[in-house]
């Protein structure tokens, strides 16, 4: 299952604080992700705020996963997340289309 993980700011952290080894640490444990075909894609919006396509059993099963995450388990960021199903609207269009 595809699943789509948008990350969204925690208020008030202080990223001056942040050490370059947890950022380093974070960094490292996407890579895995991607190595293991988990996360299939991911992206940085015009907010800098990453995107990700996850391949999970389950939005729960993505949920684990990313909690699992140096910046999440901290508390740095959160994400939303949401499952992605096939698209089905073309009948829908196709018989508008056909009727005309």
């Given at each position: 299952?595809?699943i789509?993980?948008?990350?969204?700011d925690v208020?008030?952290?202080?990223w001056?604080?942040v050490?370059?080894?947890?950022?380093?640490?974070e960094?490292?444990?996407?890579?895995?992700m991607?190595?293991?075909e988990q996360l299939r894609?991911?992206?940085?919006?015009?907010e800098?705020?990453?995107?990700?396509v996850l391949?999970?059993?389950?939005?729960v099963?993505a949920?684990?996963?990313l909690?699992k995450?140096?910046?999440?388990?901290?508390n740095?960021?959160a994400f939303?997340?949401?499952e992605l199903?096939?698209y089905?609207g073309?009948d829908?269009?196709?018989?508008v289309?056909?009727q005309?």
């Amino acid at each position: 299952m595809k699943i789509l993980a948008i990350e969204k700011d925690v208020p008030g952290v202080d990223w001056s604080s942040v050490s370059k080894e947890l950022l380093a640490q974070e960094a490292l444990d996407v890579y895995r992700m991607y190595l293991t075909e988990q996360l299939r894609e991911h992206y940085f919006n015009e907010e800098k705020c990453a995107v990700l396509v996850l391949e999970c059993d389950s939005k729960v099963h993505a949920q684990e996963l990313l909690g699992k995450l140096p910046l999440v388990e901290k508390n740095l960021i959160a994400f939303d997340i949401m499952e992605l199903h096939p698209y089905t609207g073309y009948d829908r269009i196709i018989h508008v289309v056909a009727q005309q």
